[in-house]
């Protein structure tokens, strides 16, 4: 993979770079839409008693559904950078991406558990709601017609959850796949470098033990000529001086 930039030179890379910058757009957009559906969520929208009773700040479907397609669209961002940080060769800028790639996956955590808590708030003022419009049909008959509204709406929020929690289920399983991929990688290359270590140390050890027996036969073929040498000249003088 061709890496550049990043923070720095000598790290990072051109395609996780520019993963991440198009994450932290989505991550915006995604914080906008959240801002936009608490507050369509705290107006007030109730009616008075004279007609059906409403859900008061029943907020956006429409506009939630968009904001958790985005997350979980960063979350598949964060899934594929979490991946690619993984394979930079230098320490310092692959601790760079982990913190960045961690940091941004807090954020769209925290939008997530916003948008769990406000679908929630959402189905406990349904069935606040219902309740309500049970009441009020008893009191004058009338109330028939917003409760098929309020069944409309239950069906697609419910229709949303479901839509969502399969997103997520595929989301998890392709992270415990990518992570489960990384971590044989490392025991493959962890084994692949003992192995390595193990023949260049027996090997190392073979060199070192010929290269003693050598010397030895070499010591021991020159204590053996000294000796004669040795006899050889004291004979010599020995007949001179005799």
């Not at 936009?36 to 429409?62: H, I, K, N, Q």
């Not at 390595?196 to 000529?225: C, F, M, P, Q």
Request: proline share 2%; charged share 30%; glycine share 8%.
């Amino acid at each position: 993979m061709d890496f550049s930039g990043g923070g720095g030179g000598g790290g990072g890379g051109a395609t996780l770079s520019e993963m991440y910058q198009s994450a932290r757009r989505i991550l915006l957009s995604a914080r906008d839409g959240v801002a936009r559906v608490e507050r369509l969520a705290s107006a007030p929208t109730s009616s008075s008693y004279s007609s059906a009773p409403l859900v008061g700040g029943a907020g956006d479907p429409a506009a939630t559904e968009e904001v958790r397609r985005e997350v979980t669209q960063i979350q598949g961002l964060c899934a594929q950078m979490d991946r690619l940080w993984r394979s930079i060769p230098a320490k310092g800028q692959r601790d760079l991406w982990k913190r960045k790639v961690e940091q941004l996956s807090e954020e769209v955590d925290s939008l997530k558990e916003i948008l769990d808590r406000h679908s929630l708030r959402q189905k406990k003022r349904i069935l606040e709601a219902k309740e309500r419009a049970e009441l009020f049909e008893r009191a004058n008959g009338e109330s028939s017609h917003v409760l098929r509204i309020f069944d409309d709406e239950a069906q697609a929020m419910q229709s949303a959850r479901s839509s969502s929690r399969m997103l997520e289920e595929a989301y998890d399983t392709g992270v415990a796949i990518l992570h489960k991929y990384a971590d044989q990688r490392d025991r493959l290359k962890s084994a692949q470098r003992k192995a390595l270590d193990i023949l260049n140390t027996v090997g190392l050890s073979n060199s070192v033990l010929k290269l003693i027996e050598r010397r030895h036969r070499v010591d021991k073929w020159i204590a053996y000529a000294g000796m004669i040498i040795t006899v050889v000249v004291m004979f010599v003088f020995w007949r001179w001086t005799h």
